[in-house]
């Protein structure tokens, strides 16, 4: 185990929202994604004097400081930037510190000299008297999120989604009350700061699959999941938690052995369903995928005191057999919050997926023949890109790649190897440069498997892809798909996942015209 992690106070430094009204408040962390900048909005709009720091300068966050300029209903009087630094007296002098997820508190000198500190999540669970329905999780969260969201949405529900899916809850806070579920997508970072505070009691949790990931923040696995483990910590028999039921993939497991799965249903005080590619133990309850006679597929559910399973999915939109069990817990969420399986199954069997994970967005004709483009710019891991190789059933164009986070990339050199029994070879492979693609390109080699590439820009490797797709432009036969999945962050090239799946996007439109 690394450094002993921070436990805060419990509950919240604010007794209530009236309770803001001329506070000192520090705001870390203003970025691009809306989450700093909702925070400056909400503690504008309840009264406060509020400082927003960041160590990116004005001129990086241009977006966000013309949004807050430009919004005639905010008290700028009462609103101080200090961009391009932090200054400790904005953190001693402050009442409270709205702290940024991404950074850390342990030997944060800044942190350690406020008074207090919450965070957005933090004031929105203090505040808020929505049904809560949290999901954490290494792959598939915000597949899953968003899912839940579509499904409770069209089900005639006025649910609301946030949280790390980049929409800050304290944007909706004022709009909810006993009636309006909130789906909340919630990274591990984001529950270390709930730790101690008593405050997350979901009446759903999920926690999806679980694989290394920020192992160059946590060092080791048992940290890393020990964050996750907050999202069930204080439920009570009356909530639900969701875990998997089947094996860690190969080396991630507990160290002292057993699955991850197994041991959060062990320790959870709330009613434990599980979910699994294939029917279930004996005694255990939950959701489970199958074939039907046709072979098509179908997903089942087996609740506490039902005498028989029940279909609660049918077919799908979106592709890949790692989104099955995304949808899936996606519909026995819904189920539980009294939508009825028929309903669920029709709902669902229409959701398209979301921006930046497997995301259908052009076709390009040459002759006839199509060439599909599907974005995956939000797989961040190895294992995540790896299970993208593998979701159309047939070989695919393949462009991944980028910087490292710590994590082997065995995994996703496999699931590319052609040589892999039970593996879908890709048909061309295409790599940016970075980091993790020299790890990558070591195994490729070492396993004599051809690769295109590394490229140190998008334009220039996809001129290479167009140049193989019109060589194949009068084939036999059905057309391509071409799928681009990183594996690793954007660090270096890209402000983030989101700005390179536009980027991708936007190349691919200008030059498959």
């Not at 942190?111 to 329905?133: G, M, Q, R």
């Not at 899953?144 to 980049?166: E, F, K």
């Not at 009636?179 to 405050?199: C, F, I, M, N, Y």
């Not at 961040?380 to 490292?404: L, N, R």
């Amino acid at each position: 185990m690394g450094m002993l992690p921070h436990i805060y106070p419990e509950g919240c430094f604010f007794s209530s929202p009236a309770d803001i009204q001329n506070k000192h408040v520090t705001i870390m962390g203003l970025g691009l994604n809306g989450g700093g900048e909702a925070a400056v909005r909400y503690f504008l709009k309840k009264g406060a004097y509020v400082t927003v720091t960041d160590m990116k300068t004005e001129e990086q966050l241009k977006p966000s400081v013309d949004s807050l300029n430009g919004d005639v209903t905010l008290n700028r009087s009462r609103l101080t930037y200090r961009l391009g630094k932090h200054l400790i007296e904005d953190f001693s002098s402050a009442d409270c510190v709205i702290k940024n997820p991404g950074v850390k508190y342990e030997g944060n000198v800044y942190l350690a000299a406020a008074k207090a500190i919450e965070t957005d999540i933090s004031i929105f669970l203090a505040f808020t008297k929505a049904p809560v329905i949290a999901v954490t999780g290494s792959k598939g969260k915000s597949s899953t999120v968003s899912a839940i969201h579509y499904g409770l949405t069209q089900a005639g529900l006025p649910a609301l989604l946030g949280g790390n899916i980049t929409v800050s809850p304290l944007t909706f806070i004022d709009e909810t009350n006993e009636t309006t579920p909130v789906v909340l997508e919630l990274s591990s970072w984001q529950l270390a700061d709930l730790r101690g505070r008593k405050l997350l009691t979901p009446r759903i949790a999920v926690i999806t699959k679980i694989v290394p990931d920020h192992q160059n923040w946590y060092g080791n696995m048992e940290d890393y999941v020990a964050d996750k483990r907050l999202i069930y910590a204080d439920q009570q028999k009356d909530c639900f938690s969701i875990f998997d039921a089947d094996g860690d993939e190969a080396g991630t497991g507990p160290a002292a052995g057993g699955t991850w799965g197994d041991k959060f249903a062990e320790e959870s005080h709330a009613t434990v369903l599980r979910y699994s590619r294939q029917p279930p133990a004996y005694g255990m309850y939950g959701v489970w995928q199958e074939s039907n006679a046709d072979g098509t597929f179908c997903g089942k559910m087996l609740l506490p005191g039902a005498s028989a399973p029940v279909e609660i999915l049918r077919s799908l939109v979106v592709p890949g057999t790692h989104m099955r069990t995304n949808v899936l817990n996606a519909a026995l969420v819904m189920v539980l919050m009294g939508i009825k399986p028929e309903r669920t199954a029709a709902i669902l069997g229409k959701w398209e997926g979301i921006s930046h994970r497997l995301q259908y967005f052009h076709t390009w004709t040459c002759n006839g023949r199509t060439v599909k483009f599907y974005n995956d710019s939000c797989a961040t891991v190895p294992e995540a890109a790896a299970a993208a190789s593998q979701s159309f059933e047939k070989p695919v164009i393949f462009i991944t790649g980028g910087t490292d986070k710590g994590l082997p990339q065995d995994v996703l050199a496999e699931s590319l190897a052609c040589s892999q029994r039970n593996t879908i070879p890709v048909k061309a492979l295409y790599l940016l440069a970075g980091s993790a693609t020299d790890k990558l390109t070591a195994l490729l080699d070492k396993k004599s498997i051809p690769y295109n590439g590394p490229y140190d820009s998008l334009d220039e490797l996809l001129k290479n892809v167009k140049a193989y797709e019109t060589s194949q432009c009068n084939s036999q036969g059905e057309g391509d798909v071409v799928v681009f999945s990183p594996g690793a962050t954007s660090f270096g090239m890209f402000d983030n996942e989101f700005d390179r799946g536009d980027k991708y996007m936007a190349a691919v439109k200008s030059l498959f015209t």
